[in-house]
């Protein structure tokens, strides 16, 4: 059976829409060392620390101005510190086939305009990184 729940990422209580999310990779638990070092007779010692990080990237398709300010109100709404943009994600984490949340940071976005008329603009698929704290 089961856990996922029918969404990649929730940002504090709001679950991203998968309509909005085009691409969605990711790295979980990814293992951190105190130190990694080969010995004298060349075998890896490693002293690995107990905590894991993810690392998420997602990407949403083509947006209308609308689109993509309802999708920003989601991650806003998450932000426990919008200077340094930590916000509280949930996710589905593949390594485990559960969901697991923490802080993330939000590095900085860039958002590319594809096309600017009287009353909307359109733009190219907004990359959204998120780094664990």
């Given at each position: 059976m089961s856990n996922y729940n029918?969404?990649?990422?929730?940002?504090?209580?709001?679950?991203?829409p998968n309509k909005y999310i085009n691409a969605f990779s990711s790295t979980p638990n990814q293992r951190l060392e105190t130190s990694a070092e080969r010995d004298q007779n060349g075998t890896l010692q490693r002293a690995?620390?107990?905590?894991?990080?993810?690392?998420?990237?997602?990407?949403?398709?083509i947006l209308h101005l609308d689109e993509k300010i309802d999708f920003q109100s989601i991650i806003n709404l998450s932000m426990a510190n919008k200077l340094q943009r930590k916000c509280r994600v949930t996710y589905w984490n593949d390594e485990t086939n559960s969901y697991y949340t923490s802080y993330f940071y939000i590095p900085d976005i860039e958002y590319t305009v594809m096309?600017?008329?009287?009353?909307?603009?359109?733009?190219?698929?907004i990359t959204v990184e998120l780094i664990e704290y």
């Open positions: 029918g969404y990649l990422l929730k940002f504090g209580n709001n679950i991203m690995t620390l107990p905590n894991y990080k993810t690392k998420i990237s997602f990407s949403t398709h096309n600017a008329e009287k009353s909307d603009i359109t733009y190219q698929p």
